[in-house]
T-cell receptor, first 116, second 117 residues
Framework: EAGVAQSPRYKIIEKRQSVAFWCNPI?????LYWYQQILGQGPKLLIQ????????DSQLPKDRFSAERLKGVDSTLKIQPAKLEDSAVYLC??????????????FGAGSRLTVL | KQEVTQIPAALSVPEGENLVLNCSFT??????LQWFRQDPGKGLTSLLL?????REQTSGRLNASLDKSSGRSTLYIAASQPGDSATYLC????????????????FGEGTQLTVNP
């Protein structure tokens, strides 16, 4: 099966500019996740969707970050305006189940953001 | 607060040595625990997945164990090779949301492994 697709792979912007990342999950996967991984740290969950509804966005900086999942398939993560500390890799993952031990996440290759 | 901790943060060993990476988590109601490998500038590669009903999983030179009661998992790497050099991340899938279905995959900070030839 095709994996989780993300674009762009790399993006360099200046602070206060905006940026958007796109994710296409594995076909049939109801749950989609966005993680932020700052250099030298483990990934941190930003937002989790179940179909097109938000399950968990408690760690999303809502003053500047937003995400949507139209029609329960593709998702877009936006940052506006960007700050220097937003420099990170943004990882998208998807899974078939939302709960239970059968739940296995598949990750995309990530989008690396550099804010100058 | 759900937390996952990895010790040590960094490890350097000579080639051929057997080694153990440690992971601890605060919630015993874990669904599964997964070990990932991450090479510099790359994405996550899943190594082993241990379901809550299992105690260990093996793949080649890798063996991962899970002890829910003590909140610990270990990744054992036998006969280490320079190609094993990478960051190893553990992630615990924990229940989230008592009123609605959901689970959250929480990562540790990783152990940076260097295997010297």
């Amino acid at each position: 099966e095709a994996g989780v697709a993300q674009s762009p792979r790399y993006k360099i912007i200046e602070k206060r500019q905006s940026v958007a990342f796109w994710c296409n999950p594995i076909s049939g996967h109801a749950t989609l996740y966005w993680y932020q991984q700052i250099l030298g740290q483990g990934p941190k969950l930003l937002i989790q969707f179940q179909n097109n509804g938000v399950v968990d966005d408690s760690q999303l900086p809502k003053d500047r970050f937003s995400a949507e999942r139209l029609k329960g398939v593709d998702s877009t993560l936006k940052i506006q305006p960007a700050k220097l500390e937003d420099s990170a890799v943004y990882l998208c993952a998807s899974s078939h189940e939302s709960r239970g031990e059968a739940n296995v996440l598949t990750f995309g290759a990530g989008s690396r953001l550099t804010v100058l | 607060k759900q937390e996952v901790t990895q010790i040590p943060a960094a490890l350097s060993v000579p080639e051929g040595e057997n080694l153990v990476l440690n992971c601890s988590f605060t919630d015993s109601a874990i669904y599964n625990l997964q070990w990932f490998r991450q090479d510099p500038g790359k994405g996550l590669t899943s190594l082993l997945l241990i379901q809550s009903s299992q105690r260990e999983q093996t793949s080649g030179r890798l063996n991962a164990s899970l002890d829910k009661s003590s909140g610990r998992s270990t990744l054992y790497i036998a006969a280490s090779q320079p190609g094993d050099s990478a960051t190893y991340l553990c992630a615990a899938l924990l229940p989230f949301g008592w009123a609605t279905s959901g689970s959250r995959l929480t990562f540790g900070e990783g152990t940076q492994l260097t295997v010297n030839p």
